[in-house]
């Protein structure tokens, strides 16, 4: 046999083994797939949601969404609900799901029954579902307004350990929550729910987000009604004293019915840029809420006011973050704070972080992301398990 035959003989013998090869490992992709498929069935996932929550799926069959699922939803990181309670998940995650497919088929589920639940809290039992125990996270119960999504943004916490279980305030505000006449109604609705979760509760953080409303808006609003065009930052310090105790006399109520940690986290820099200040900004919920019903009047009276610029609302903000911590530490709260590392260069919020027509902060950006995983840590640290 010559050289030449012998590497042809090798080249065809080479062929087979990997044609072989590819043949055994279809087989065995195609085992894992049904053993997966068999897995999810026999847990309870649930097909209908999954469809439901995904539009490119409509028209699907039971059977054809799991197949969907191992096939391609897992690997691109789609939720994975299950007709199982989060409870039970977690206590499978501790004792049978412990290798890597199943720890994140619990992390995907965990997720799904967070997106399912109704952001202001008034599903009770999904609530209190929510904050079962588990070993790769610690649940957080964050009451605050709009400003709060900051501690909702769900990958960048449980990548610190902390699952962000939301109680949605919109457009309350820090002293408003100790009004019992207020119009949203949200320091009893909140109360009500701390008190009904009871001991589901137990041990878990409970982070309070208010004040950017009062600051931001109920200062101007206050002037509007008191005829007071002129700004001084003398009046400013006063309401927030003044805003500041009424909250933390909520807080303390609060405490006392509570069976979580209770965390007040303070206001971030301020994002709106002066031309839009000036030009009287107004939210229209925000002004509903405050039964400020004539949108168009009230952002004309605003327009009329002395607004401080950037620099020094600022240092209200900070102001305000230090009255606070200074109460949580007279009355023995646990207090959190971020507020230096969303400042850019110059002591105003980082260009990457604001929109100047808008009065949050923008969260999607590295940037963002990795300042709200460095809170997650900061509040595991300050809550461990």
Same mark, same amino acid.
């Given at each position: ?68 699922? @191992?096939?391609?939803? &897992? /690997?691109?990181? *789609?939720?994975?609900?299950? !007709?199982?309670?989060? +409870?039970?998940?977690?206590?499978? #995650? ?120 009062? @600051?931001?808006?109920? &200062? /101007?609003?206050? *002037?509007?009604?008191?005829? !007071?065009?002129?700004? +001084?930052?003398?009046?400013?310090? #006063? ?137 997650? +840590? ?8």
């Amino acid at each position: 046999m010559g050289v030449v035959d012998m590497w042809r003989q090798i080249k065809r013998a080479v062929r087979r083994r990997m044609r072989r090869g590819d043949a055994a490992g279809r087989s065995r992709s195609a085992d894992d797939r049904a053993a997966r498929i068999g897995f999810l069935r026999d847990h309870g996932f649930d097909t209908a949601a999954y469809i439901q929550h995904y539009g490119d799926l409509a028209g699907m069959t039971p059977e054809a969404a799991l197949d969907h699922f @191992v096939r391609h939803g &897992f /690997d691109e990181g *789609r939720q994975a609900p299950f !007709t199982l309670s989060v +409870a039970a998940i977690q206590t499978l #995650r501790q004792s049978q799901w412990t290798d890597g497919w199943q720890a994140e088929l619990a992390r995907r589920a965990t997720q799904a029954a967070l997106s399912a639940m109704p952001a202001n809290g008034t599903d009770l039992e999904r609530l209190a579902d929510l904050l079962a125990a588990s070993p790769d996270h610690l649940p957080a119960i964050m009451i605050g307004d709009s400003h709060s999504a900051f501690l909702n943004q769900v990958p960048a916490m449980l990548s610190a350990g902390i699952l962000p279980v939301p109680i949605l305030c919109l457009g309350g505000s820090a002293r408003g929550l100790h009004n019992a006449s207020s119009r949203a109604q949200y320091g009893t609705h909140v109360r009500d729910r701390l008190v009904r979760l009871g001991k589901a509760a137990q041990d878990r953080p409970v982070v309070f987000k208010f004040g950017q409303v009062d @600051v931001e808006f109920l &200062f /101007d609003l206050k *002037r509007v009604h008191d005829g !007071t065009t002129d700004y +001084a930052s003398t009046m400013m310090r #006063r309401f927030i004293d003044e805003s500041v105790e009424r909250y933390a006399a909520y807080l303390t109520e609060c405490r006392a019915v509570c069976h979580g940690r209770v965390v007040a986290m303070g206001n971030f820099p301020p994002t709106l840029g002066d031309e839009t200040i000036r030009a009287g900004y107004v939210n229209a919920h925000i002004a509903f809420i405050n039964r400020e019903d004539d949108i168009e009047q009230l952002r004309a009276a605003l327009a009329t006011l002395d607004h401080p610029d950037l620099a020094e609302r600022t240092a209200m903000a900070r102001y305000w973050n230090q009255r606070l911590a200074e109460s949580c530490e007279r009355i023995g709260l646990l207090y959190l704070e971020e507020f230096d590392g969303l400042l850019g260069d110059d002591g105003l919020v980082h260009p990457e972080l604001a929109d100047p027509q808008d009065h949050h902060l923008l969260l999607h950006s590295d940037r963002a992301q990795q300042r709200i995983a460095s809170v997650g +840590a900061r509040l595991r640290a300050l809550v461990p398990a």
